[in-house]
Nanobody
Framework: QVQLIESGGGLVQPGGSLRLSCAAS????????MGWFRQAPGKEREFVAA????????YYAESVKGRFTISRDNAKNTVYLQMNSLKPEDTAVYYC?????????????????WGQGTQVTVSS
């Protein structure tokens, strides 16, 4: 059974940093692209970042470019999201997911399964 377990969220002041982790289990994801998404209260889930299985193709939403960095460790079946210079508008529940292609995660991605996510709150 596939599981995606997100962690690392919390309460941080504007300008602060957090590092999210997503541990995947149930099968190997080393040949899948991985992505991060977020959903703020009252809004639809949106794409944040995606990375190909090899790590050589990376996409970011315009709103996080230059502030967030996605990376992965295939040996650990884990993908990370380093978030710097956080803003109140980054407040959301953050989720990860997988697909064959990073470009699919970037646009038009749908999934039957989502993990529980991890809450990120940026507030003073």
């Amino acid at each position: 059974q596939v599981q995606l377990i997100e962690s690392g969220g919390g309460l941080v002041q504007p300008g602060g940093s957090l590092r999210l982790s997503c541990a995947a289990s149930g099968r190997t994801f080393s040949r899948d692209a991985m992505g991060w998404f977020r959903q703020a209260p009252g809004k639809e889930r949106e794409f944040v970042a995606a990375i190909s299985w090899s790590g050589n193709i990376i996409y970011y939403a315009e709103s996080v470019k230059g502030r967030f960095t996605i990376s992965r460790d295939n040996a650990k079946n884990t993908v990370y999201l380093q978030m710097n210079s956080l803003k109140p508008e980054d407040t959301a529940v953050y989720y990860c997911n997988a697909d064959a292609l990073a470009v699919t995660l970037r646009a038009g991605f749908e999934a039957d399964y989502w993990g529980q996510g991890t809450q990120v709150t940026v507030s003073s």
